[in-house]
């Protein structure tokens, strides 16, 4: 059974960075597309980032696109989310995701981690 297990989220101040990752447990890891979410208070779960299993394939909601780059180590099992220039607006409870092809939907992914938050402010 797949567990993923996200880390590194936190308080930081507006323009600053912080590095998500995202730990799988699992013979799947390196066959499987990985993506990021986040759900901030209020709203839906939203899109961040999308990862195909070699790593060769990348894509990002517009709104974090120049400031965050995913990325994964497949030898590590781990996804890691490198977000700069954070804004207030970025404030959100983050998951990653494990899913059979990249994508944007919340629905291609099938397992899913239990978050981590994070908080932009001054």
């Known amino acids: 059974q797949v567990q993923l297990v996200e880390s590194g989220g936190g308080l930081v101040q507006p323009g600053g960075s912080l590095r998500l990752s995202c730990a799988a447990s699992g013979r799947t890891f390196s066959t499987s597309a990985m993506g990021w979410f986040r759900q901030a208070p209020g709203k839906g779960r939203e899109f961040v980032a999308t990862i195909n299993f070699n790593g060769r394939y990348t894509y990002y909601a517009d709104s974090v696109k120049g400031r965050f780059t995913i990325s994964r180590d497949n030898a590590k099992s781990t996804l890691y989310l490198q977000m700069n220039n954070l804004k207030p607006e970025d404030t959100a409870f983050y998951y990653c995701?494990?899913?059979?092809?990249?994508?944007?939907?919340?629905?291609?992914?099938?397992?899913w981690g239990q978050g981590t938050q994070v908080t932009v402010s001054s």
């Open positions: 995701a494990q899913g059979g092809r990249s994508g944007s939907l919340a629905s291609m992914y099938d397992t």
